[in-house]
C-alpha cells in the first residue's frame, strides 16, 4: 500500500515536471514498435528525472566538461544535464522518431537551461566519434553486448588519447562488468533510484564510474 502511494506519488510528481516545462519524455516504447529492433536492444524509457542532480554536484561542472547520453531517447537527460554549467551537452539516438521528440523537447526548454550548446545527432553510436572531451558519459542500460563493449572500449581509447578525468553514470548497470573489465574504472558512487527493486538484480541501481 505503502509502496503503491510512493510510486503513485512518483509518477504525478514526473507527469507534473513535464507539464509545467511542456515537454513529453516519460513513456515506455518497445524498440519494434520504432523498427530499430536489434540485438542486444531493449527498450525506451527515460531515467527518473532527478538522477543527474542525485549523482553529480554543481560545484564539480564547469564549462570544460562535456556531457553525452548514449541512447538520448526523447532527451531527458540532455535536458536535465543542460542544467549543469557544462560546455557541451550531447545526445546520440537510434530512433528518428525520439530524436525529433527530443529536438522538441529541447526548443520549448532552451531558454530555461544553462547549457546553450546542446547538440542532438540521430544515428547509431556505432557511427558516433566520441569526442576527447567528453567528461561524463551517461548510459541507460541502451544497449548491451558488442555494441556496449564497442563504445566502452573506444571511451578508453579517447582516454589514452587524452589523458582526463571521466565518469560513466550507468543507470540499470547491466554490463557493468565491462566497465570494470577494463582495469582502468573504479565505482565511485551507487544508490537506488527506483524503491522496489530486486535484490540481486541491477534493475534499480545507478553506478558511478570513474576512468583514468
Ligand atoms: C532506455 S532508453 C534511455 C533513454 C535516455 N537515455 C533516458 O534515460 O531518458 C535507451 C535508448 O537507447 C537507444 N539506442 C539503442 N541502441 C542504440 C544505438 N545503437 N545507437 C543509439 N541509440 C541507441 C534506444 O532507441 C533508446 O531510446
Not at 123 to 130: A, E, K, S
Request: hydrophobic share 40%; proline share 3%.
Amino acid at each position: 500500500m505503502k509502496t503503491t502511494y510512493a510510486r503513485l506519488r512518483r509518477t504525478l510528481g514526473q507527469l507534473a515536471y513535464e507539464k509545467r516545462y511542456g515537454v513529453r519524455t516519460a513513456e515506455l516504447i518497445e524498440l519494434d514498435k520504432l523498427g530499430i529492433a536489434g540485438e542486444g536492444r531493449g527498450y525506451y524509457v527515460a531515467a527518473s528525472w532527478r538522477t543527474l542532480r542525485r549523482t553529480l554536484s554543481r560545484k564539480e561542472i564547469t564549462p570544460r566538461d562535456v556531457f553525452v547520453d548514449f541512447g538520448s531517447g526523447m532527451g531527458r537527460m540532455v535536458l536535465e544535464a543542460a542544467r549543469f554549467p557544462f560546455g557541451r551537452v550531447v545526445g546520440v539516438e537510434l530512433s528518428e522518431d525520439l530524436h525529433k521528440i527530443a529536438e522538441a523537447n529541447v526548443r520549448r526548454t532552451r531558454q530555461r537551461l544553462l547549457c546553450r550548446d546542446i547538440e542532438l545527432l540521430h544515428g547509431d553510436v556505432l557511427t558516433y566519434q566520441i569526442p576527447d572531451d567528453v567528461s561524463v558519459a551517461f548510459f541507460n542500460n541502451p544497449f548491451q553486448g558488442l555494441v556496449f563493449a564497442t563504445v566502452i572500449e573506444r571511451l578508453v581509447a579517447s582516454l589514452d588519447r587524452n589523458p582526463r578525468r571521466l565518469k560513466i553514470i550507468y543507470y540499470n548497470p547491466v554490463e557493468e562488468r565491462t566497465v570494470l573489465d577494463t582495469g582502468r574504472a573504479t565505482l565511485a558512487r551507487e544508490l537506488v533510484h527506483a524503491r522496489r527493486r530486486t535484490a540481486g538484480t541491477p534493475f534499480g541501481l545507478t553506478k558511478v564510474f570513474e576512468l583514468r
